[in-house]
């Protein structure tokens, strides 16, 4: 069966003090992996999409690596504007382009 | 990026009534997804919503209790039939736009009461 977990579940950060949050992930065959932001209240924003192991992406403070079973969104020096849950989501090599998400990482910065 | 609207944004219903709720792209796309977020979960795929075929539902999900119309290439609708409270989620719409971004609209909040 599919499945997508996250790691942690919630983290707090001292602005500045990078990290990263962790998806790892099984599927029998990866279409893609795509990483969302979703603030309070709102509906996800899409980050970023990775297609194949040692692909990396990057937008401002966050940055994307794919590996062959899972994917790790780094947070270099991050601000109290980057709070909010990080949603990682896979979708499989078939036609229906389903998205499988995980549960999700609360992340707090604190300034 | 695809702009995507939906109304209503939040509503309190009783059991037993269905609301329906609208979603509408500002540009043309062929697919388009409707998800739940239950309080406190994350995303789950309801059903798929192609211009001029039936919906494809996924496991766990059936026309009767959620009917889908998507009449154009910018517009579709899902009603929640028969509420009861389990049905308290968070409705998306979303868009797959290009060869790989899927975007979302910002919710529906729906409390059954």
């Known amino acids: 069966e599919d499945q997508v977990t996250q790691s942690p579940e919630a983290l707090r950060l001292q602005e500045g003090e990078s990290s990263s949050l962790n998806c790892s992930y099984t599927?029998?065959?990866?279409?893609?992996l795509f990483w969302y932001r979703q603030d309070p209240g709102k509906g996800p924003e899409f980050l970023f999409t990775l297609y194949s192991a040692g692909e990396e992406k990057e937008k401002e403070r966050l940055k994307a690596t794919l590996t062959k079973k899972e994917s790790f969104l780094h947070i270099t020096a991050p601000k109290p504007e980057d709070s909010a849950t990080y949603l990682c989501?896979?979708?499989?090599?078939?036609?229906?382009?389903?998205?499988?998400f995980g549960s999700g990482t609360r992340l707090l910065v604190r300034p | 990026s695809a702009v995507i609207s939906q109304k209503p944004s939040r509503d309190i219903c009783q059991r037993g009534t269905s609301l329906t709720i609208q979603c509408q792209v500002d540009s043309q796309v062929t697919m388009m997804f409707w998800y739940r977020q239950q309080p406190g979960q994350s995303l789950t795929l309801i059903a798929t919503?192609?211009?001029?075929?039936?919906?494809?539902?996924e496991s766990g999900f059936v026309i009767d209790k959620f009917p889908i119309s998507r009449p154009n290439l910018t517009f579709s609708t899902l009603t929640v039939s028969n509420m009861s409270p389990e049905d308290s989620s968070i409705y998306l719409c979303?868009?797959?736009?290009?060869?790989?971004?899927?975007?979302f609209g910002p919710g529906t909040r729906l409390t059954v009461t």
């Open positions: 919503a192609n211009q001029g075929s039936e919906a494809t539902y």
């Open positions: 979303s868009v797959r736009n290009g060869p790989n971004e899927q975007y």
């Open positions: 989501a896979v979708q499989e090599k078939d036609s229906s382009y389903k998205l499988i």
């Open positions: 599927v029998s065959g990866l279409r893609g």
